[in-house]
């Protein structure tokens, strides 16, 4: 089942940079959404959650739009230890886990 | 705190053999994932248990893999017998259950199974 689509990248991005992926769901029915970052043969790490329109945390910005069904990740001011593959996993509010989508790659460069 | 606890951290097998992974939840956490990682591929969930009930366990192939919670506490994940295409990281994952910051799920280091 395909419930979560991202662009697998790579995102090559300077230091300093912007950069923003998107993460699309197929389930109408996901209430919260949740973006792990994954290093290299790492597991992933919870980075940021989103229960409602969106979070902010630091130089990250996770924004909801329920109406077209993706979820955005905003890096600004990018660092050389912002590389990683960035996954999204959306979540039912009954208590049911979905998949999570493939990753995107972001290559943050000197 | 103490994270999510998996053993072993790797293994190599032959195909046709059997192998079993196990997973140690962070305390006081409900919910217990098993998920494949196969490489370039995000995780794959297997199955999702509630304390010692099962969830959703969908995607989990039942004529070679299975899994069991005892007691709502640890898990085990096993193959039987295993195939080339198993080869892939298995990641157990925690999370209190529940909605909202319920559902965030702490991951452990996961098991890297080679079938040869």
């Known amino acids: ?72 990740l905003l890096i600004r001011d990018s ?18 886990a979905l998949n999570f989508g493939k990753g995107t790659s972001l290559l943050v460069t000197p | 705190e103490a994270g999510v606890a998996q053993s072993p951290r790797y293994k190599i097998i032959e195909k046709r053999q059997s192998v079993a992974f196990w997973c140690n939840p962070i305390s006081g956490h409900a919910t217990l994932y098993w998920y494949q990682q196969i490489l370039g591929q995000g995780p794959k969930l297997l199955i999702q248990f509630q304390n010692n009930g099962v969830v959703d366990d969908s995607q989990l192939p039942k004529d070679r893999f299975s899994a069991e919670r005892l007691k709502g506490v640890d898990s085990t994940l096993k193959i039987q017998p295993a195939k080339l295409e198993d080869s892939a990281v298995y990641l157990c994952a925690s999370s209190l259950g529940g909605r909202l910051a319920g559902a965030e799920q702490f991951f452990g280091p996961g098991t890297r199974l080679t079938v040869l």
Request: glycine share 6%; aromatic share 14%; proline share 6%.
């Open chain 1, 1 to 72: 089942r395909k419930e979560v689509e991202q662009d697998p990248g790579p995102f090559n991005v300077p230091e300093g940079a912007t950069v923003a992926f998107n993460c699309t769901y197929s389930n109408s029915a996901s209430q919260s959404f949740f973006w792990y970052r994954q290093d290299c043969r790492k597991e992933p790490k919870l980075l940021m959650s989103v229960y409602s329109s969106g979070n902010e945390d630091g130089r990250f910005t996770a924004q909801l739009n329920r109406a077209s069904q993706y979820i955005s």
């Open chain 1, 79 to 96: 660092k050389l230890s912002d590389s990683a593959t960035y996954l999204c996993v959306p979540y039912k509010d009954s208590g049911y």
